[in-house]
């Protein structure tokens, strides 16, 4: 059996002052997880004072097991130790994107059309800024998602996160 979440930590301290936006990490991330032959999901950094946390997903079509996390938490953290790209202290986990599976490109959007969502934008949109509905893709740069029978449009540069919500 497989499990479908798999987490290692491990405590860094980074030398330099200069911060990476999530694109300029994926970039730096992306080629080497791939590299060793994984599905490279999507990052979220958390910059909590208290406890900064880097956050890896990674899949492939088999599933994701202990030692794949391992494996890629071991090869991210000699990167991240010669790159020194996020300053100060902070955790690295590498995971599996589980069933509440994280989206983050138009790509993963279309991807799962069809499937029930849970988006949160960064500012509100009527009113609101959580939203659960159903994914109907993607059109001229914004998320679809159709929500008691209603479509509703989000632009997805200004969605802070998505990810499915599972269905039992």
């Not at 069933?99 to 991807?111: I, K, L, N, S, Y």
């Amino acid at each position: 059996m497989v499990p479908f979440f798999c987490a290692r930590a491990r405590e860094r301290r980074a030398t330099t002052e200069i911060g990476l936006s999530a694109v300029k990490l994926t970039n730096l991330l992306q080629p080497l997880v791939e590299d060793l032959g994984y599905e490279f999901v999507g990052l979220e950094h958390h910059s909590n004072p208290k406890n900064p946390v880097l956050v890896i997903y990674i899949d492939r079509p088999d599933g994701i097991a202990i030692e794949d996390c391992e494996t890629v938490s071991r090869e991210v953290a000699a990167l991240l130790d010669v790159e020194d790209p996020i300053p100060g202290h902070y955790n690295l986990e590498v995971s599996s994107p589980g069933v509440d599976r994280p989206m983050f490109t138009e790509a993963q959007f279309m991807q799962f059309t069809g499937e029930t969502a849970a988006v949160t934008v960064f500012a509100p949109v009527d009113g609101r800024r959580k939203f659960k509905g159903r994914l109907q893709g993607l059109e001229d740069g914004k998320v679809l998602l159709e929500m008691e029978g209603e479509q509703l449009s989000l632009p997805l540069d200004q969605v802070e996160q998505a990810r499915l919500v599972p269905e039992y």
